[in-house]
């Protein structure tokens, strides 16, 4: 069982930074590939970024690269989205999720999520 927990959203002004960390429970998250999605009002949910348990691969959504950067630290079983250049059209409710699978957070499925943080970028 994992428990995720987001933070670290808010309000920001177009071209500013936020970063979100995700904090996982239990002893297991260093086994765990981790994505971060986002979703709108009145829109479907859409995969961001996912890393790979050891790091060593992430993708991106065409959308944020070049802007987020993902990443974790296993010792603190907690994962983070840096946001930089944000734009108003990144306004979301922005999720984690876990999955042993890196493919299925590349096919915007996880197999465990949290309940999400608000990120409202004003223009």
């Known amino acids: 069982q994992v428990q995720l927990v987001e933070s670290g959203g808010g309000l920001v002004q177009a071209g500013g930074s936020l970063r979100l960390s995700c904090a996982a429970s239990?002893?297991?998250?260093?086994?765990?590939?981790m994505g971060w999605f986002r979703q709108a009002p009145g829109k479907q949910r859409e995969f961001v970024a996912a890393?790979?348990?050891?790091?060593?691969?992430?993708n991106y959504a065409d959308s944020v690269k070049g802007r987020f950067t993902i990443s974790r630290d296993n010792a603190k079983n907690t994962v983070y989205l840096q946001m930089n250049s944000l734009k108003p059209e990144d306004t979301s409710v922005y999720y984690c999720?876990?999955?042993?699978?890196?493919?299925?957070?590349?096919?915007?499925?996880?197999?465990?999520w949290g309940q999400g943080t608000q990120v409202t970028v004003s223009s």
């Open positions: 239990g002893r297991t998250f260093s086994s765990y590939a």
């Open positions: 999720a876990a999955d042993l699978q890196f493919s299925e957070l590349l096919r915007s499925r996880g197999y465990y």
């Open positions: 890393i790979s348990w050891s790091s060593a691969t992430t």
